[in-house]
């Protein structure tokens, strides 16, 4: 029994005859068959009930007899059948389906009559007769045994139609090299694969995700540019994504994420922020409030939290409930958190940090103990419980050519060395204005830039 929904209304029966005629007979309405064969008969009445199964959008039942017997069969919009199995076939005995002569009937005085049939005594016992022999697979699904298989699904009207809305999406032509010069000169041409592949890099940053997303950058070792990282990642998604980006100096040792942005009109660090808290979480709170704690970059469209440098550690020590207030307001405020961390990694305001973050980016550069220190960092997430182990599986590594005197197979090395470690390593080259003084996006080289767009895509694709 097939375990598709099937009509049983309306009633439907099929008849043929050995010479080509046969009829429908749908809801007690017959509807005739006149063709040369059998077999154009069996295709004619299939087409008739296919027809009434389409206009119902469902397969339905139909009952044939002929010359090979009486068979139940499901007949779907289509035109596939299969075997009705609900209900008994009768094959026609096996002496009876004899192969079939293609002629009109004899007139009727000239059919023999039946030979009679022999007495059998009243009380005599019934001879043994051995079990009929099913009918042949080949006569009893002469109905079926040609048709295509049924179709399990079928699609509604409005999905079989072709939308007037739906459209072809036309490719941007090509902005940059020769091929943009062209397209500006009015000889439109199509984007190299270079150009795909930024495009692809932009769009990808470009992406709003449901829910905020936090992205701690992380090095056991000082001077292994965290701080940079963390700058012109945000920079590249407020660019590209909008405003909503955070960047959040996280360090109870002389955070330098002040020193390396902007500072707006004010000198407010989180030290500030913390008090007032409650009264940002709390439903009268408006987004300019955080306008007196945060520093808005005013060409990368980013905002900072800083931590406060000139102040020893102890006079400014943040605990891991701390973490959790700051991370409560940055949450219902910005769409993306990125959080510059420190460099002790057993302080429980980092291990606080890396419980609320979504994606992991280990920032290094092409000096071994800087690069050392962010595979055993990685090493030691994966022993520390699963939510860890996830981060850094899941990990990308970012090594940032700072010494001019380093080679791109310095770079590469480094790179190839995280393969195991992280999901993806992505290089930057040497710039100078990435070294000293306050970091602005613009400022680097157009393949620094592209740079740190691949690097964004990078942590994209893990958001």
Same mark, same amino acid.
């Given at each position: 029994?097939?375990?598709?929904?099937?009509?049983? +209304?309306?009633?439907?029966?099929?008849?043929?005859?050995?010479?080509?005629?046969?009829? =429908?007979?749908?809801?007690?309405?017959?509807? !005739?068959?006149?063709?040369?064969?059998?077999?154009?008969?069996?295709?004619?009445?299939?087409? &008739?009930?296919?027809?009434?199964?389409?206009?119902?959008?469902?397969? =339905?039942?139909?009952?044939?007899?002929?010359?090979?017997?009486?068979? @139940?069969?499901?007949?779907?919009?289509?035109?596939?059948?299969?075997?009705?199995?609900?209900?008994?076939?009768?094959?026609?005995?096996?002496?009876?389906?004899?192969?079939?002569?293609?002629?009109?009937?004899?007139?009727?005085?000239?059919? !023999?009559?039946?030979?009679?049939?022999?007495?059998?005594?009243?009380?005599?016992? $019934?001879?043994?007769?051995?079990?009929?022999?099913?009918?042949?697979?080949?006569?009893?699904?002469?109905?079926?045994?040609?048709?295509?298989? !049924?179709?399990?699904?079928?699609?509604?009207?409005?999905?079989?139609?072709?939308?007037?809305?739906? *459209?072809?999406?036309?490719?941007?032509?090509?902005?940059?090299?020769?091929?943009?010069?062209?397209?500006?000169?009015?000889?439109?041409?199509?984007?190299?694969?270079?150009?795909?592949?930024?495009?692809?890099?932009?769009?990808?940053?470009?992406?709003?995700?449901?829910?905020?997303?936090?992205?701690?950058?992380?090095?056991?070792?000082?001077?292994?540019?965290?701080?940079?990282?963390?700058?012109?990642?945000?920079?590249?998604?407020? &660019?590209?994504?909008?405003?909503?980006?955070?960047?959040?100096?996280?360090?109870?040792?002389?955070?330098?994420?002040?020193?390396?942005?902007?500072?707006?009109?004010?000198?407010?660090?989180?030290?500030?922020?913390?008090?007032?808290?409650?009264?940002?979480?709390?439903?009268?709170?408006?987004?300019?409030?955080?306008? *007196?704690?945060?520093?808005?970059?005013?060409?990368?469209? +980013?905002?900072?939290? &800083?931590?406060?440098?000139?102040?020893?550690?102890?006079?400014?020590?943040?605990?891991?409930?701390?973490?959790?207030?700051?991370?409560?307001?940055?949450?219902?405020?910005?769409?993306?958190? +990125?959080?510059?961390?420190?460099?002790?990694?057993?302080?429980?305001?980092?291990?606080?940090?890396?419980?609320?973050?979504?994606?992991?980016?280990?920032?290094?550069?092409?000096?071994?103990? *800087?690069?050392?220190?962010?595979?055993?960092?990685?090493?030691?997430?994966?022993?520390?419980?699963?939510?860890?182990?996830?981060?850094?599986?899941? $990990?990308?590594?970012?090594?940032?050519?700072?010494? @001019?005197?380093?080679?791109?197979?310095?770079?590469?090395?480094?790179?190839?060395?995280?393969?195991?470690?992280?999901?993806?390593?992505?290089?930057?080259? *040497?710039?100078?204005?990435?070294?000293?003084?306050?970091?602005?996006?613009?400022?680097?080289?157009?393949?620094?830039?592209?740079?740190?767009?691949?690097?964004?895509?990078?942590?994209?694709?893990?958001?």
């Amino acid at each position: 029994m097939s375990s598709i929904e099937v009509a049983t +209304f309306p009633k439907i029966a099929a008849r043929t005859f050995a010479n080509g005629s046969g009829e =429908v007979t749908i809801n007690g309405t017959s509807h !005739p068959i006149e063709t040369t064969t059998l077999e154009d008969a069996r295709a004619a009445i299939l087409a &008739r009930v296919a027809d009434t199964a389409t206009k119902m959008q469902r397969p =339905v039942r139909v009952t044939t007899s002929g010359p090979d017997g009486e068979w @139940p069969l499901i007949v779907h919009p289509d035109g596939s059948v299969e075997p009705d199995e609900s209900l008994p076939a009768r094959p026609a005995p096996i002496e009876d389906v004899a192969p079939v002569v293609e002629s009109t009937p004899a007139p009727i005085d000239q059919v !023999p009559a039946p030979a009679p049939t022999p007495e059998v005594p009243a009380f005599a016992p $019934a001879p043994d007769v051995p079990a009929a022999a099913p009918a042949p697979a080949a006569d009893g699904n002469a109905w079926v045994r040609q048709a295509p298989a !049924p179709a399990t699904e079928y699609p509604s009207r409005r999905e079989a139609r072709q939308s007037f809305l739906t *459209h072809e999406q036309m490719e941007e032509p090509a902005t940059q090299g020769w091929r943009g010069a062209l397209t500006r000169a009015g000889i439109r041409m199509s984007p190299s694969e270079s150009e795909r592949a930024e495009r692809s890099d932009v769009l990808a940053v470009s992406q709003h995700w449901p829910g905020p997303r936090t992205i701690a950058v992380v090095n056991g070792k000082g001077g292994a540019g965290k701080t940079p990282t963390t700058v012109l990642l945000a920079a590249v998604f407020a &660019r590209h994504g909008g405003a909503g980006v955070l960047t959040w100096d996280n360090n109870q040792t002389r955070g330098t994420l002040g020193w390396r942005t902007e500072q707006g009109p004010h000198e407010a660090t989180l030290l500030d922020l913390l008090p007032q808290v409650d009264r940002l979480l709390s439903t009268g709170a408006q987004s300019a409030d955080l306008a *007196h704690y945060v520093h808005h970059q005013t060409r990368d469209r +980013f905002d900072v939290l &800083r931590s406060k440098p000139m102040a020893l550690a102890h006079e400014q020590r943040v605990e891991p409930s701390d973490v959790d207030a700051i991370h409560a307001v940055a949450a219902k405020y910005y769409r993306l958190i +990125f959080i510059d961390s420190g460099n002790d990694e057993s302080d429980p305001m980092w291990l606080r940090m890396i419980d609320h973050a979504d994606q992991l980016v280990v920032a290094t550069t092409t000096r071994d103990d *800087h690069a050392e220190a962010g595979a055993l960092l990685l090493e030691a997430l994966a022993e520390r419980d699963a939510g860890s182990a996830e981060l850094a599986r899941d $990990a990308v590594v970012i090594v940032n050519q700072a010494d @001019p005197k380093s080679t791109a197979a310095d770079l590469a090395r480094v790179a190839d060395g995280y393969q195991s470690l992280a999901r993806e390593a992505v290089t930057v080259p *040497h710039d100078p204005a990435m070294v000293d003084g306050v970091l602005r996006f613009g400022s680097l080289r157009p393949q620094t830039q592209r740079a740190w767009l691949a690097a964004g895509a990078a942590v994209a694709r893990g958001l």
